[in-house]
């Protein structure tokens, strides 16, 4: 007996050490289970932890599954993060009468708390363990727990380094647990690997997506743009404060602040604005400047927001210098440079081929063909057209079915009436070369155009951007990075379904953004998608983004992209900016995170008003 003595001690020594570490890690709640055993082996990583009813009870969380706890081992003295994954709850009549028969026929309809007063069984699975006495890195946990080994709620840094959720400067939220602010963040270049938004109407993508571009603003990445092709009417006004007036608002404010700390006097944006002859003939009358377009999107679009918060309380100045838009208030203080943009044939000529994805391999050839041979001759976009309707190619026969998809896919393009509109124009690499705008807007939801229109708008305005970046990178030029955002992004780039038609689009438009998505990462050049439902989305994207974010969403669709049942059943019920973020990036791939919502820039919707 003599020789367990040193033992003895030893264990007593390292108990009371697990026990004052614990203490400075986080509060105690309970210990390893000194009567259910744990098990680790190849199959099983679990262990259970007792907790006492009067701590149960203080808790409101502790009954929820997914919630991190931490455990000082007694023999090691590492710190292990520990993830909930279920309960064993019972009531202390339970242990007399057991679950029979007879307690179906007895008693029910008596209470008794005292019964409730027992010991509570977590069964935990093993994340990380880290040596918090000599500043180690988080390793795996790989050791199996003491009995008796304190348990504790830790501190939000404990857990950030166990998970090593601090990254990088893209805070992307706090992890979902409802007991302490843990901080969730990514690196800016893990963007070049794209990111992926999922969630139904309302769940918030767009909320997340205006958090993202509040960060990247206050992040402030020298040289670095953001562009965002707002075919929803979502984007348009991040340039505007929030709605302070609001109390929901302001509690998404507040987080958005505890990540970041407070936007500084607003940002600043460009609007890139396409006019149609249709629309220049509507509302500018005989106008042709790019101030009396801007000055007719203000009094369209911005003003009513004015207005809407006027009548709220809320205070702002407004002016129009040329084509700028000047806000200010005590508390906020930007601008918005609205830049009018068409097709001008001249110009587009050359890469008129491609510019309609509709058009066949075929057709695109021959309309290189016939541009090349008859340059002199055509001028605008008509001249082409009777050409092909004349079918005048010096005794080239083309086949009737490439001559009618190139003619009608020319018609198409005409109805758009973006060709040469005769207003002020801004050319896209002027703008993109000359903007001191951190943040670019591709409005298409305001400019009145149809479908096509804008996925031509879209197919263009991609194609133009790595050029140009392209260009940077050749001459050495590049700085910063490109980030494109696509909210909508089945729209313009669907899944493999329909026409021969939609096939010879599906086929181009998926070709040119799998290689943007994949030439992009050397570029700097990362593509954040939005879209409700995947199965609608180019499979593409799905596979070469590498970061997911998955908001509310069907069951049976957050499961096909890595959700346990439980995971994806839960979530379906989930409240409005609550995801799940799938990425390699971190040392746990697959965690739950609370974004800011509604987000610290303008986020206006006055239908609902």
């Known amino acids: 007996m003599s020789s367990d003595v040193p033992l003895y001690n030893d264990i007593k020594d390292k108990i009371s050490k697990a026990r004052a570490l614990a203490i400075t ?11 259910v055993p744990s098990r680790v082996d190849e199959e099983n990583n679990v262990v259970n932890v007792t907790i006492d009813p009067n701590t149960y ?198 987080e958005f602040n505890q990540l970041y700390g407070a936007i500084v006097k607003g940002i600043n944006l460009d609007i890139i604005y396409p006019v149609s002859k249709s629309w220049v003939k509507k509302y500018l009358g005989g106008a042709k400047s790019a101030g009396s377009i801007a000055k007719v999107y203000f009094d369209m679009f911005v003003k009513p927001i004015l207005n809407h918060l006027n009548n709220k309380g809320i205070s702002i100045y407004a002016s129009i210098i040329n084509n700028k838009i000047i806000i200010s208030n005590a508390e906020w203080s930007s601008q918005v440079t609205i830049y009018p943009f068409y097709f ?95 943040t670019l807007v591709f409005d298409l939801y305001n400019s009145e155009l149809d479908d096509f229109s804008q996925k031509i708008l879209t197919y263009y305005f991609l194609d133009r951007l790595f050029e140009f970046r392209e260009r940077q990178m050749r001459s050495g030029n590049v700085k910063g990075r490109n980030v494109i955002i696509i909210d909508e992004a089945h729209r313009f780039f669907p899944s493999s379904k329909g026409g021969e038609e939609d096939t010879n689009y599906i086929r181009r438009v998926a070709g040119k953004i799998a290689t943007m998505m994949r030439l992009g990462r050397r570029r700097k050049i990362g593509f954040v998608f939005a879209t409700h439902n995947p199965n609608d989305l180019s499979d593409i994207i799905i596979q070469l983004a590498n970061t997911k974010i998955i908001f509310r969403i069907k069951s049976e669709v957050a499961e096909t992209l890595g959700l346990s049942k439980t995971e994806a059943k839960i979530l379906n019920w989930e409240r409005n900016g609550v995801a799940y973020l799938l990425t390699p990036w971190l040392r746990e791939g697959k965690i739950k995170i609370k974004a800011p919502v509604p987000p610290p820039l303008g986020h206006y919707d006055l239908s609902k008003t």
Request: charged content about 25%; glycine content about 8%; overall charge neutral.
């Open 25 to 35: 890690l986080g509060d105690l709640v309970g210990k390893v289970s000194r009567y």
């Open 344 to 438: 001008r044939f001249k110009d587009v000529k050359t890469i008129l081929h491609r510019l309609n994805p509709y058009f066949t391999e075929q057709a695109s050839h021959f309309i290189k063909i016939m541009i090349r041979k008859k340059s002199k001759d055509i001028g605008k976009l008509e001249d082409l057209i009777d050409f092909f309707n004349e079918n005048s190619l010096e005794g080239v026969e083309i086949h009737r079915s490439t001559r009618e998809n190139i003619v009608r896919g020319l018609y198409l393009l005409k109805e758009t009436q973006l060709f040469d509109v005769g207003v002020e124009r801004f050319p896209l690499s002027k703008i993109l070369k000359e903007s001191s705008s951190s």
């Open 57 to 254: 009870y203080k808790y409101p969380f502790l009954g929820k599954i997914g919630i991190f706890l931490g455990a000082i081992d007694i023999k090691t003295l590492y710190f292990v993060l520990l993830r909930v994954i279920g309960y064993e709850r019972n009531d202390a009549s339970s242990l007399f009468i057991g679950d029979s028969n007879v307690l179906n026929n007895i008693g029910l309809s008596d209470d008794e708390p005292g019964s409730l007063i027992t010991n509570v069984t977590l069964k935990c699975e093993m994340l990380t363990k880290v040596d918090f006495l000599s500043s180690s890195e988080p390793d795996a946990a790989d050791i199996i727990l003491e009995p008796q080994s304190p348990v504790i709620i830790p501190k939000p840094e404990v857990i950030e380094r166990s998970l090593g959720t601090t990254r990088g400067l893209l805070r992307l939220g706090f992890l979902d647990v409802a007991y302490s602010k843990v901080r969730v963040s990514t690196s800016l270049d893990d963007l070049n690997f794209h990111m992926l938004i999922l969630g139904t109407t309302g769940a918030g993508k767009t909320s997340f997506i205006k958090d993202l571009i509040a960060g990247l603003n206050v992040s402030n990445e020298e040289g670095s743009k953001i562009f965002i092709l707002d075919a929803t009417g979502d984007y348009y006004h991040v340039f505007l404060p929030p709605d302070r007036s609001d109390k929901v608002v302001m509690r998404g404010v507040e």
